[in-house]
């Protein structure tokens, strides 16, 4: 446990505010202050937290100067908002995903959270599970070969939101999962997607990533799917993963198999040859992963590190997003990066 004990509020008392709450405490840290616009949520959280301070005013948290750091649950078009005010009051800053819904605003709280040499995060939690540090490990082991694809789906029936489609709802994840394993910056991004609710908001769409290595990721989104489907494909020139979230325990699997070309340069053909080995199944980390990420986030604030979630991973999410909407509403045109 750290030495000095980091003093946090919270804004958002909702789907996901709990969650923090109980891990931060989990941590060590001090939930001093948790803030929502309703009493009913406040008081949830007062009979399952008696010392915890619960409070209708934002500004509370913002004028204590024992916060040290905020924690922002809220609806994403007021991530830029509160996110900025408490790093002008000198607080280090984790928002919920995605960091904020532009890039403008996105690279403004970074300036500003530079200036302030303040941490900013972005929660991404599936950084922090077993299974995606399992990946990461083996691709840095070089067991995949050079990566060649990136296939995802995220599907499922319902949660629909009001404030943004489904991109920005679900495809943060897939995003973020790709950003972290695959380091190279995209150079473009092509959308398509559809709204059945005449509200303009699209409730499914496909995305598709390109990068000047030849990599390429495809990701899938819906929320009118009748089945429920958190599945990713990592394909090498060595080997290929299934991370099928779904699954209770055998969430990655690794499959030792592949293709080759073999050409007949005299008569200007060539054939495939393919090979099939074992499936691996490795045993993965079974920590919280949103333990592993409030952890990260004191990391940072009392040794002065870089996050794994960082503000930076968090603002090519956004980019990503960005170019990814406005790809849907020019009927899929190709938006450069």
């Not at 296939?151 to 319902?158: E, T």
């Not at 990701?219 to 060595?238: D, F, H």
């Not at 980390?285 to 960082?310: Q, R, Y």
Request: net charge neutral.
């Amino acid at each position: 446990m750290n030495e000095k004990v980091i003093n946090i509020g919270l804004f958002g008392y909702g789907y996901w505010g709990p969650n923090l709450v109980r891990n931060f405490i989990n941590v060590g840290a001090n939930v001093k202050y948790i803030a929502d616009i309703s009493s009913h949520r406040l008081s949830i959280a007062k009979s399952l937290y008696p010392a915890i301070t619960t409070t209708l005013n934002s500004d509370d948290i913002f004028n204590d100067n024992s916060i040290d750091a905020v924690v922002i649950a809220l609806p994403v078009s007021l991530h830029y908002e509160i996110a900025k005010k408490a790093l002008n009051a000198g607080k280090h800053v984790l928002v919920e995903k995605p960091m904020t819904d532009s890039v403008d605003t996105s690279e403004e709280l970074i300036e500003l959270a530079q200036r302030k040499k303040k941490i900013l995060m972005c929660d991404h939690t599936f950084l922090y599970t077993g299974a995606v540090k399992k990946i990461k490990q083996l691709i840095n082991e070089k067991q995949l070969g050079n990566l060649q694809y990136f296939d995802s789906v995220r599907i499922n029936l319902g949660l629909f939101q009001s404030d943004v489609n489904v991109i920005w709802d679900l495809a943060p994840h897939d995003i973020s999962i790709l950003s972290y394993l695959y380091n190279d910056k995209p150079c473009g991004v092509t959308a398509t997607g559809i709204s059945h609710m005449n509200n303009n908001i699209e409730n499914l769409a496909y995305l598709t990533i390109y990068y000047n290595s030849g990599f390429i990721a495809h990701v899938n989104v819906s929320w009118i799917s009748p089945v429920k489907i958190r599945k990713i494909l990592i394909g090498g020139e060595q080997r290929m993963i299934v991370y099928d979230d779904i699954e209770p325990t055998e969430k990655v699997k690794i499959y030792d198999s592949g293709y080759k070309m073999i050409s007949y340069e005299e008569q200007n053909k060539y054939k495939m040859d393919y090979r099939t080995g074992d499936i691996l199944i490795p045993k993965l980390e079974t920590t919280e992963a949103l333990k592993g990420m409030a952890e990260d986030f004191i990391k940072a604030i009392v040794n002065s590190s870089i996050p794994i979630s960082n503000a930076e991973l968090g603002l090519n999410i956004v980019k990503i997003l960005n170019a990814s909407e406005k790809s849907i509403k020019n009927n899929g045109r190709y938006i450069e990066l």
